[in-house]
């Protein structure tokens, strides 16, 4: 930094995500610039400037362009060419390429074959003739998947033969779709990584995540909660992803665990993730303070995990009592509980399914975390797990 002016990071995107790596960046002492079309965006809210316009309008990110010392994305959809745009005047993380590869199973996929790591069987739809020949193929039942755009489930049709994948298809307007094989998991699991500009690379441990209706529902990281062989080879996998990116930043790499014991990756998000949350008060960097040390060119060093995490999402559904009485959860009986940490995102508006906020709850062992997480959950009125 030079002077007394800090400088400024910026984010191409406004939500939950945005807002805490803007909360990490300000502690830092940076100031921030957020780009969002939406007044009321949860990190437009908290940010030094927010530039409210389409993440494509010129005019808007000339101006983001203008005020950011360095550029992050804190969303899966938005626009490489914005991106692209921006990385002409501006060092921007993750980058253009390697954001549009997430963007596209397709392409996602391929990369994972690259990097020499297996994913579900699976078949490119974009074509009647591929659908037909695709039914041929063992991967019935399998799950149609929109190629792009989907995210929590959505843009996904379970499809349990050959009449049911033709119906799909013709319900996501014949878009490109991949047809994967329905696999008989064990679990599912998730590791995060930062690399920075001179390849040097760091991660969390692996988080152990339980999914709702194709929404990540609670994420779970103590000692033993995964074989170590296990946890070695997803983070061998997520790194080799990484380092065939040439990636800057924070990657999210998923993965399933079949009941034979094996792993194949499922996707990846190019930024900080959900399952990521519980590094805010578990471990001795966030997923967020890394994403900043990224884009600043910082040095990494290992993140440590100093206690055993259980994350419980807080979706739109426990603002609601039964099925449509809204009411407000009673945070008190919540935070009376020891270890308890709420992130709430600051929207104004719950909706089922809609990410509210996050809870962690932290200790010394992973027994009385879970008795603690066990309470907070029947209080918050979301299942046991
Ligand atoms: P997000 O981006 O929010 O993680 P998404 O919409 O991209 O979700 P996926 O991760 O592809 O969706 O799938 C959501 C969930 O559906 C997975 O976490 C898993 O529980 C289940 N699922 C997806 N694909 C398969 C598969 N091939 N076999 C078995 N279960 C699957
Ligand atoms: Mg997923």
């Not at 990657?251 to 499922?266: A, T």
Request: glycine share 8%; proline share 5%; aromatic share 6%.
């Amino acid at each position: 930094m030079s002077g007394a002016e800090p400088l400024t990071l910026g984010v191409m995107g406004g939500g939950q995500l945005g807002r805490m790596f803007v909360h990490a960046a300000q502690s830092m002492g940076y100031f921030t610039a957020v780009l969002d079309p939406d007044a009321n965006s949860p990190a437009g809210l908290v940010s030094h400037r927010h530039i409210q316009t389409a993440y494509t309008d010129p005019e808007g990110l000339k101006q983001l362009a203008a005020c950011s010392a360095a550029i992050t994305t804190e969303f899966e959809n938005v626009p490489a060419p914005a991106l692209r745009e921006l990385a002409k005047q501006r060092p921007v993380a993750p980058g253009a390429e390697a954001v549009a590869i997430a963007q596209d199973r397709l392409a996602e996929k391929a990369h994972f074959g690259q990097c020499g790591v297996a994913c579900a069987p699976y078949a490119a739809i974009e074509s009647a003739d591929q659908l037909e020949a695709a039914s041929l193929q063992n991967l019935l039942p399998g799950i149609l998947k929109t190629a792009r755009m989907g995210y929590d489930g959505k843009g996904q049709v379970r499809v349990k033969d050959v009449q049911a994948l033709r119906q799909a298809w013709q319900d996501l307007k014949q878009v490109p779709c991949v047809l994967e094989k329905m696999l008989p998991l064990a679990l599912e699991c998730s590791v995060i990584v930062a690399r920075g500009r001179d390849g040097q690379m760091v991660n969390f441990p692996v988080q152990r995540n339980l999914h709702r209706d194709g929404i990540l529902a609670v994420t779970e990281v103590y000692e033993g909660h995964l074989p170590d062989a296990l946890q070695t080879q997803a983070i061998a996998a997520a790194r080799a992803i990484a380092n065939g990116l040439n990636y800057v930043g924070v990657l999210c790499v998923e993965f399933f665990v079949l009941q034979d014991g094996s792993m194949v990756v499922n996707e990846m998000a190019p930024r900080p993730h959900n399952s990521g949350h519980y590094t805010l008060d578990a471990c001795d960097q966030s997923q967020f303070d890394l994403q900043v040390r990224t884009l600043a060119g910082l040095p990494l060093t290992q993140p440590r995990q100093h206690s055993a995490a259980i994350m419980l999402n807080l979706l739109g559904d426990v603002w609601f009592d039964g099925q449509s009485k809204m009411r407000t959860p009673d945070w008190a009986a919540v935070l009376a509980l020891p270890g308890t940490h709420l992130h709430l995102y600051g929207k104004t508006q719950a909706r089922k399914a809609r990410k509210m906020g996050h809870l962690n709850v932290t200790g010394a062992s992973i027994s009385e975390v879970r008795q603690v997480a066990l309470k907070a959950a029947a209080i918050l009125g979301i299942e046991a797990f």
